[in-house]
């Protein structure tokens, strides 16, 4: 059975940083496609933050270019997010993504993420 623990998180002003941690167990590394973050705001659907793949690639949303870094350990099976220059926008519960080689995605539980003077 796969399990996400995601940790990380909490209220950052503008311009700070933060960094979210997702543990993967249950699944070898080489069976899975992608790890990854999504987020999801109030009232809003839940969006791709960014995501890397086992051989190494990273995709990012527009959004979060040049402020975010996506790093995954395929020995660990953690993918981790850097978080900078945060902004009132990216407020959200920030949700641990795994998308395996067949079957359906695995979440994490989801973190809150607050920026906010």
């Known amino acids: 059975q796969v399990h996400l623990v995601e940790s990380g998180g909490g209220l950052v002003q503008p311009g700070g940083s933060l960094r979210l941690s997702c543990a993967a167990s249950g699944m070898y590394a080489h069976n899975i496609n992608t790890m990854g973050w999504y987020r999801q705001a109030p009232g809003e659907q839940r969006e791709l933050v960014a995501y890397a793949t086992y051989g190494g690639s990273t995709h990012y949303a527009d959004s979060v270019k040049g402020r975010f870094t996506i790093s995954r350990d395929n020995a660990k099976t953690t993918v981790d997010l850097q978080m900078n220059n945060l902004k009132p926008e990216d407020t959200a519960v920030y949700y641990c993504?795994?998308?395996?080689?067949?079957?359906?995605?695995?979440w994490g539980q989801g973190t809150q993420v607050t920026v906010s003077s």
């Open positions: 993504n795994l998308s395996p080689e067949w079957g359906d995605d695995y």
